[in-house]
């Protein structure tokens, strides 16, 4: 199925939606499954594999212990960009959460996607995280046990690219105070 959008003249006719239309759908699909917005497209979100809600919990918990004054974190929460509404598996955002009660956040200074089954969504969405500003993403790999880190977003590209395994240790540029034990999370 996802092969077909692979095709220029399907791809040319596939309807695409403004984050506002998107914002006027229900949650769930007619199919009663959640949903997000890539690049105008509506696509389902992936069922999650147990290794995939430990790590994202994991991460959650080793952020939130860590946040500084003046910064949230969230965990599958939207982020509404120009032309999509991704709901990354964690996020940290400048502000506090009433800073958010009428409106999603637009940008974050770390996006986390945990990638158990296929990592080339996530891969593929880093130029849309870069585009939005979004100062440092990364994508834990869970199979491999290891972590990919992307910095200084400039003209919708990351400039660096890193990758940690489990004898290191990450310490977020973006936000310093906030650091893993890569091993910490496959432990």
């Not at 992936?46 to 959650?60: G, Q, V």
């Not at 590209?157 to 091993?183: K, M």
């Amino acid at each position: 199925m996802s092969a077909i959008l692979e095709i220029p003249e399907v791809r040319q006719r596939v309807s695409r939606l403004s984050v506002e239309e998107y914002h006027r759908l229900n949650e769930f699909n007619d199919n009663g499954r959640r949903t997000e917005l890539i690049r105008g497209i509506v696509i389902e979100k992936m069922s999650k594999s147990p290794l995939h809600r430990i790590l994202a919990s994991r991460l959650y918990h080793l952020l939130l212990a860590q946040l500084p004054e003046g910064y949230s974190v969230w965990k599958e929460e939207p982020l509404t960009l120009p032309d999509s509404e991704p709901e990354p598996d964690i996020s940290l955002t400048r502000g506090t959460e009433n800073d958010f009660a009428a409106a999603h956040p637009t940008t974050a200074e770390l996006v986390i996607e945990v990638a158990v089954s296929s990592p080339t969504l996530d891969r593929e969405n880093a130029t849309l995280y870069a585009e939005a500003g979004v100062k440092e993403y990364w994508i834990v790999l869970g199979p491999g046990r290891r972590v990919e880190v992307y910095r200084r977003p400039e003209n919708g590209r990351y400039r660096e690219s890193l990758q940690f395994g489990p004898e290191d240790t990450i310490q977020c540029a973006s936000v310093p105070p906030v650091g893993i034990q890569v091993s910490d999370l496959f432990a």
